[in-house]
């Protein structure tokens, strides 16, 4: 559909005397072509600048939808429709996020390419993608020992202003090396699992998760529900999952877990109980409460491996007994983020059906409902996955 110069001038002066045309700035922007030469004012002869829709987050319940001009994408960029764009538990963790408020958040997004700079030789328009914000250099000394995550440029990075945006820009560092063609057979709404399962790939890869390993995963939010199915694809013995949530407790049962535990019992004693008498070879922590970390710490078996996948807020420590550990070789470690390795791992675990997101998704909403779907994330009740959809 070609931009309307006429509808858009109208819009456009109209919305300079403060009158409310969201309604017809919707219907602009969504009939929007960058390859349409840019209309002009009739007045001032100015080109006119195509707004979009954004949800601009203040705080967990405080997420607003704005306005603001279509970022212009240089030679080397592309600019990218986003689709479909997932909130994630971390953007609802207020204490990481309202410090750099207000933005537009959203990290886990697919969509299509419509628009490529000129020396793009990689991708054309009408590509379907799943795009990552972070990229690391790969050149650095934790780019080459495989700590991508650790790379200053990795956190430095991300696309332009955020996944919950009709449009996004993706800079040429993403482009290089953080644009991923979705295969046919990964749906726009799937694909939005890519970056969370990729993060969990990852904490079991660091972990050496491995067939005959009996499993305790503490929280049975999204990334311990994918752990859970990951760690079974892998070949774990026995998988058994917390939380204090039944209807988590329910999904994590359907989704591969052996056993469920209530969080609020006593996890270490009820963990023996359930694993023939002994803790679990291998624990993941996949909520940041800190009695999650102590019952963690309680029910490792010798020689076994504790992987907190997410961790308390600054300022919360965790009492560790160090002699206790020393003397059964019990390794704590942590994982963070995403290597496009473990991207690459997550798209093929997503297309081979290895993994199943589907049955995840709980909610979809448009982009004027972003709000809703943060309370239903933070609320963390009857939800999984929420999805977002900046085009409706
Ligand atoms: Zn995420
Ligand atoms: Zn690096």
Known sequence: MATNPIL???????????????????????????????PKNPLTQKPLKPFMRIAM???????RLEEMEIPQIGSREILV??????????????????????????????????????????????????????????????????????????????????????????PQINVDGGVFLLPGQISFDEGTFIEPLACVARGLRLANMKSGLSVL????GISGLLHIQLAKALGADRIIATDINEYRLRLAKKL?????????????????????GRPSDLVIVCTGALPAALQAIKSIDRGGTILFFAVPEPGVNVPVPMNELWRNE???MTSYGASPKDIQTAIELISSRKINVKDMITHKFGLKDTGKGFKIVSDAKESIKVIIEPQR
């Open 330 to 332: 019990i390794t704590l």
């Open 81 to 170: 429709k986003v689709i479909a764009s997932g909130i994630c538990g971390s953007d609802v963790m207020e204490w990481y996020r309202i410090r750099k408020a207000p933005l537009v958040l959203g990290h886990e997004i697919t969509g299509e390419i419509i628009e490529v700079g000129n020396k793009v030789k990689k991708y054309k328009k009408g590509d379907r993608v799943f795009v990552s914000h972070h990229v690391p250099c790969n050149t650095c000394r934790y780019c080459i020992n495989d700590h991508h995550t650790a790379c200053e440029t990795l956190h430095k990075t991300n696309y332009d202003p955020g996944g919950f945006a009709e449009f996004i820009r993706v």
């Open 256 to 276: 591969g877990a052996d056993e469920t535990i209530q969080a609020k019992e006593n996890v270490p004693v009820e963990v023996r109980k359930l694993n023939g």
């Open 8 to 38: 858009t001038c109208a819009v456009r002066l109209f919305d300079d005397s403060k009158l409310d045309l969201s309604n017809l700035f919707f219907l602009f922007t969504r009939s929007y072509e960058p390859s349409c030469q840019t």
């Open 217 to 220: 995963v503490i929280g049975s």
């Open 57 to 63: 987050y203040y705080s967990n319940d405080d997420v």
